[in-house]
């Protein structure tokens, strides 16, 4: 055993010390640790209760939060934590979400997936046949397509407020080419549409090449089964597609030789443009960018060094760089992309800051694989007016005070 | 709005079709869908609450299970249900568990971690200090060394029961060689001491080679902070090596010129050779895998298409092949890998098979980057002797009877 007593008189002699840095050990003079902590003193919780595990208590505001305020508890939005999270995993339980008529309490064994229309062989499929179909697992981001806002939030939004509509998991499901491969896909079929099997019976229309493609009749995420609020037991996955698209409880494909104008097309998740005219089936959610830390709502304690992290992401590919401005954009520095990098997932960045404690203001841009770069708020505007909901991806500032605050800036 | 009547009418007409494959449809036909599912009648349920969200309720019996009955409810083990599980990721509420004084109940506020020994400034970090620090994320996974089975098991025993003290999650935290080097390691440290603050002060000794290698101080897993059965709020994690060098709860880490020959080390977690000898400090985890379909206790329904799926690891580095047999050997065939093939992390393979309703033994075995081959276990037994707890690897058969059931076989 080691002398308890020794190890803490070595501790706090660190008082007095120097360091390689300076960084870590400013913060921990005047609070050393107790010799042994209670915990330890006593015999800690059994492992076997829940069977299914859950955070900490002390993570206790780590929960995804209601975005807008809506007239029912159906048909509600919910963001992730993104200022909470690393890495690039989103983990089930915070994975946002969206419905139209609350989430639906399927029994797998009594749900179908119906294909028909402009098929050779119109098919019923129950969830053992999808998954007896070999499969494929991959790791794709999420994001609804009104995730941002047009509008100027108030002060100290939070990176979950701000972008939270967004979210990544490892994939798993049966290709959507194969079963329609299955069906016999009749000429002239251009679109499908996909037909969820909730109150709202949500409805999309799809290009044929999407879906012959890479999109997914998914069933399970990071792992497991999907949760309910995801899509349980079956959901279209079309990667890189605005989010609502991705039809949860999925119950039917139809193939046909045009779109089928739903009222998701028609009166919602489309583009008022400033002359007017609405832009229809904006699929693409366009390269993105946030960082998570130091986001609004946190703080810096003090002047030193920082590590500046963050999520990019783009729905035409991988991101090839992430650039970081600490100055409000007059200079602007690489970040480094953390391995793997992946087409149409989250990509984690990271770039060392030394703050002097002035005010500073923090931005990111993403640079994807086709060469676009995330644009300014004002560029965006310039383009796109202040008439849409969707598709909103210009950079977000924070604005670092002195006091080592951190808040939103249009 | 599409007439639900004339879809069905169109599904019951395949009954008497035939289709490409004949794969998905045999067991729809006599199971039609309702026109309307009930679900679909009535407002789901609201998405805000839980704010944390957790599995449907048909997946109850996805869950961690106790391996092995234990005096009392603390030092206990439990296993990831590797068999309903896809793609390579552990959710967290499922990664396996083993402690050996319980989990204890850490406020992160008051968690301490010191360094010390042979470092020219013995240091005291507070988790804010730490999460300061360059930060990385990876993909490993993390198995007990009591994975798999010297003895023989009951028949029917399910793939969580043969390997589920593995599980894989996306896990971020700082270097521990950033840590070092801002203690100053002195010439001639050797090894180090990690302690964990539970109960059982859990504690092992380290290579300092492992240490300024790839081992990580982690907070983080799957994105959010870890598990408190994890280790929450600070984790040792050593790639490759036996999970519970791994230490959670880390509160210290003691720099010295030799292995510190803790009870772990001298009374457990060694290997009984036949000639009497005790092998000591075999860290790496061998290259192994297991077919999780199918696999013990499930079932075929029938001849015809099936996907073989299972999980490959090796504590070396990347698994670069998996070999599958359906005839207990004597022919093998190369699995698919599915990509990103990462470093010692779990990877995900695949093969097509058609069964022809005959008794089969399907068997895999994991290559690695190092050329090592996955041995038999009469091969394995023949080295190592029936005398050891840990490091057991060999190839684990399934037989699947002519009746569709699967069990295990030694």
């Known amino acids: 055993m080691v002398p308890r007593r020794g190890v803490l008189k070595g501790a706090a002699a660190l008082a007095a010390g120097t360091t390689a840095t300076g960084r870590a050990v400013s913060q921990s003079r005047s609070n050393l640790p107790p010799n042994i902590p209670e915990w330890m003193k006593t015999q800690g ?23 807008t305020r809506t007239p029912t508890q159906t048909a509600a939005t919910t963001t992730t934590p993104l200022q909470d999270l690393q890495g690039i995993i989103t983990p089930n339980g915070l994975h946002f979400e969206r419905d139209h008529g609350g989430v639906p309490a399927i029994d797998p064994d009594q749900h179908r997936l119906m294909v028909h229309g402009l098929v050779e062989r119109p098919l019923i499929f129950t969830m053992d046949d999808l998954t007896r179909f070999p499969s494929v697992s991959r790791l794709y981001f999420i994001e609804c397509s009104g995730n941002g806002s047009w509008n100027v939030l108030p002060p100290a ?135 998570t830390f130091p986001s609004g709502g946190q703080r810096l304690h003090g002047p030193g060094s920082y590590e500046i992290s963050g999520l990019a992401w783009s729905g035409r590919g991988r991101v090839t760089g992430v650039e970081v401005s600490t100055d409000g954009g007059r200079q602007w520095r690489r970040a480094a992309l953390q391995e793997p990098v992946l087409t149409k997932c ?43 909901h969707y598709h909103y991806n210009a950079i977000q500032p924070w604005q670092v005070a002195a006091d080592g605050t951190v808040t939103y800036v249009a």
Do not use: H
């Open 157 to 291: 939004t939070t990176a979950q407020e701000s972008r939270g509509l967004l979210s990544c998991a490892e994939w798993t499901g049966v290709p959507l080419a194969t079963v329609l491969a299955e069906a016999g896909v009749k000429p002239g079929a251009a679109w499908l549409l996909a037909e969820g099997a909730d109150a709202a019976a949500m409805t999309r229309s799809v290009p044929i090449a999407k879906a012959m493609d890479d999109a997914l009749l998914c069933y399970s995420q990071n792992g497991e089964r999907l949760r309910p609020e995801q899509g349980y037991p079956l959901r279209l996955l079309l990667p890189g597609f605005e989010g609502n698209m991705s039809v949860k409880w999925l119950r039917r494909l139809k193939l046909g030789d045009q779109p089928f104008q739903t009222r998701e097309e028609t009166g919602q998740y489309s583009d008022l443009m400033p002359n007017g005219v609405a832009r229809q089936f904006t699929f693409v959610m366009e390269a993105n960018s946030i960082i």
């Open 45 to 67: 919780a059994t492992i076997l209760s829940p069977p299914y595990g859950l955070p900490s208590p002390f993570e206790k505001n780590v929960i995804r939060r209601q975005r």
């Open 346 to 388: 989250l990509t984690r960045f990271r770039l060392p800051w030394t703050w002097d404690g002035a005010p500073a203001l923090l931005l990111s841009r993403s640079i994807d694989e086709t060469g676009y770069i995330q644009p300014s708020r004002a560029k965006l505007v310039a383009v796109r007016g202040l008439n849409s």
